[in-house]
């Protein structure tokens, strides 16, 4: 009896919170939006070195945000379009001696000045950076990243005692940057998000999360 009684405590106080503008659902279209945002900034230090260092700066890597994994995999280029381009500065710059060991093995020469070091350890972290913006952002900011901010979104967990490190673990770990890059995943998260009275993606069941309007 104590039971029922707590249960319909529950269910009215979550229906007053919903009425005061608390605990509403993210509407679909502004999570779209702030997904498209993410993906934006996610890729923006990748584009930013193909720009710079690659012959042809296009990649697959935006088409394939939802999938991060698949979309890490077509950035895979970028440190040795880095490499290449840093060696090169050498050549440049020292035309004699780049000469020289043409005519001997056609061997050119390593830069490993600071700077090209610095390229490439970046080139990897732009890599990184692309497949674990959303689990850092999330972790860091409470559950908001730049697109959910804007759109005045949320993760919330849907027990408020659970650590929130456990729930980005399952949520962004295991639900987006692993299940979601297997291509149908993300495709059932669109119907889930538009046809179920939560608007929850996979990973949000998976991670025991809900996003949520501020």
Same mark, same amino acid.
């Given at each position: 009896?104590?039971?029922?009684?707590?249960?319909?405590?529950?269910?009215?106080?979550?229906?007053?919170?919903?009425?005061?503008?608390?605990?509403?659902?993210?509407?679909?279209?502004?999570?779209?939006? +702030?997904?498209?945002?993410?993906?934006?900034?996610?890729?923006?230090? +990748?584009? +930013?070195?193909?720009?710079?260092?690659? #012959?042809?700066?296009?990649?697959?890597?935006?088409?394939?945000?939802?999938?991060?994994?698949?979309? #890490?995999?077509?950035?895979? !280029?970028?440190?040795?379009?880095?490499?290449?381009?840093?060696?090169?500065?050498?050549?440049?710059?020292? #035309?004699?001696?780049?000469?020289?060991?043409?005519?001997?093995?056609?061997?050119?020469?390593?830069?490993?000045?600071?700077?090209?070091?610095?390229?490439?350890?970046?080139?990897?972290?732009?890599?990184?950076?692309?497949?674990?913006?959303?689990?850092?952002?999330?972790?860091?900011?409470?559950?908001?990243?730049?697109?959910?901010?804007?759109?005045?979104?949320?993760?919330?967990?849907?027990?408020?005692?659970?650590?929130?490190?456990?729930?980005?673990?399952?949520?962004?770990?295991?639900?987006?940057?692993?299940?979601? #890059?297997?291509?149908?995943?993300?495709?059932?998260?669109?119907?889930?998000?538009?046809?179920?009275?939560?608007?929850?993606?996979?990973?949000?069941?998976?991670?025991?999360?809900?996003?949520?309007? !501020?």
């Amino acid at each position: 009896m104590n039971n029922t009684n707590l249960d319909e405590s529950q269910i009215i106080a979550d229906e007053l919170a919903y009425l005061s503008g608390e605990n509403v659902p993210a509407n679909p279209i502004k999570r779209a939006v +702030a997904f498209l945002m993410d993906m934006i900034v996610a890729y923006i230090p +990748a584009l +930013a070195f193909l720009i710079f260092f690659a #012959s042809t700066p296009v990649t697959n890597a935006p088409a394939f945000y939802a999938s991060p994994i698949i979309g #890490s995999l077509s950035l895979l !280029q970028i440190p040795g379009e880095v490499d290449t381009y840093m060696n090169n500065l050498v050549d440049a710059s020292d #035309s004699t001696t780049t000469a020289q060991l043409k005519e001997k093995q056609d061997t050119t020469v390593r830069n490993v000045s600071f700077l090209a070091t610095s390229c490439r350890i970046l080139s990897i972290f732009v890599i990184l950076f692309y497949l674990g913006y959303g689990a850092c952002c999330t972790y860091l900011f409470d559950g908001i990243t730049v697109g959910k901010y804007f759109m005045h979104l949320k993760v919330v967990p849907e027990d408020e005692n659970r650590k929130f490190g456990i729930t980005i673990l399952l949520r962004e770990g295991v639900g987006k940057i692993l299940l979601n #890059s297997i291509p149908i995943i993300p495709v059932i998260s669109i119907f889930t998000i538009l046809f179920t009275p939560s608007h929850k993606a996979i990973h949000d069941y998976i991670g025991k999360t809900r996003v949520l309007e !501020q």
